[in-house]
């Protein structure tokens, strides 16, 4: 298995956010973490991480417990675009390439050269959906084992949306797993193998994407509005 989680548990103060969450992920898939907000899946992507620590239970990250090297092996999109908007694009490239021993530079040159995105243009004067692409583009362009992505298409225009799912499937390895948490789910479904469902700290569901479609006769949509309605 690429990511085992086994009794993972943490808690804000008294607020318990995951109870007790058990998880296995194998390589070569691509794998939808659905929930409302508010449901854990922030967390467990930061716990597994390593960005939070763990009040109780394990994360492994193809064998090796979270920490230093775990980490090399994880390529991660938070939810917030991070990038410094007063550097030029060449300026990010090298910082990535000097940071990451995975990060390929060629690539990510080919996929901005597709955007129209040059070398020197600064970030301060890109549009958020642009921005946005562009971290996708930098995330993209490491070997990684594991990609994780949080709401990689919040707040971005459908036409982006469209650009962002067509770059994760023909940018990742068939021995790599990508972990996509969204709130946006019809968008998504299209392109996934596995979905998680998780509730208030806890896992509901981890089931095929196309069992359950077959099983229930609805879309992975429709599954999750029934499970999660008010």
Known sequence: MLLECKNVCKSYGKKEVLKDINLKLPKGKIVGLLGKNGSGKTTLIKVINGLLSLDKGSVLVDGKMVGVESKKLISYLPERNYLNVHKKVKDIIDYFSDFYEDFD??????LLDDLNIKADDKL??????????????????????????????GGVDPATRDYILDTILNNFDDGSTILMSTHLISDIERVLDEVIFIDDGKITRCENADKLRSETGKSIDEVFREDFKC
């Open 105 to 110: 530079k060629d690539k990510v040159y080919k």
């Open 124 to 153: 301060s004067v890109m549009s958020k959906g642009m921005r946005e692409k562009m971290q996708l583009a930098l995330v993209m362009s490491r070997r990684a084992k594991l990609y994780i992505l949080d709401e990689p298409m």
